[in-house]
């Protein structure tokens, strides 16, 4: 399984994002893709995952209202990560990852992707 993740850039505050992540290789009937962040010195969180059978989407009570994930629908090769109202915190890294389970909060995530910067500054 293979995931390249894109789309980071420099914002500002209140600005929007829509990343993306290529995913090929994948030969699972049931796998969610995740996507995650890690701030500079703080540990490494969940942003929001979807299962790809079901195509449902699951956030952290943190992260709802502001994060949207959804997938290129049939074709299943693209997660997009948007994100709005964008935050000086929101400043980290982002990965997305796959994990071949049906539902996206069991994991694991065994595969992971790059990473894409977001820094948020005015």
């Known amino acids: 399984v293979q995931l390249q993740a894109s789309g980071g850039g420099l914002v500002q505050p209140g600005g929007s994002l829509r990343l993306s992540c290529a995913v090929s290789g994948v030969t699972w009937d049931y796998y969610a893709i995740g996507w995650f962040r890690r701030a500079p010195g703080k540990e490494r969180e969940g942003v929001a995952c979807?299962?790809?059978?079901?195509?449902?989407?699951?956030y952290p009570d943190s992260m709802k209202g502001r994060f949207t994930i959804s997938t290129d629908n049939n074709a299943k090769n693209t997660v997009y990560l948007q994100i709005n109202s964008l935050q000086l915190e929101d400043t980290a890294t982002y990965y997305c990852?796959?994990?071949?389970?049906?539902?996206?909060?069991?994991?694991?995530?065994?595969?992971w992707g790059q990473g894409t910067q977001v820094t948020v500054s005015s």
């Open positions: 990852a796959a994990s071949g389970s049906s539902s996206c909060l069991i994991g694991p995530y065994d595969y």
């Open positions: 979807i299962s790809m059978k079901y195509g449902t989407p699951y």
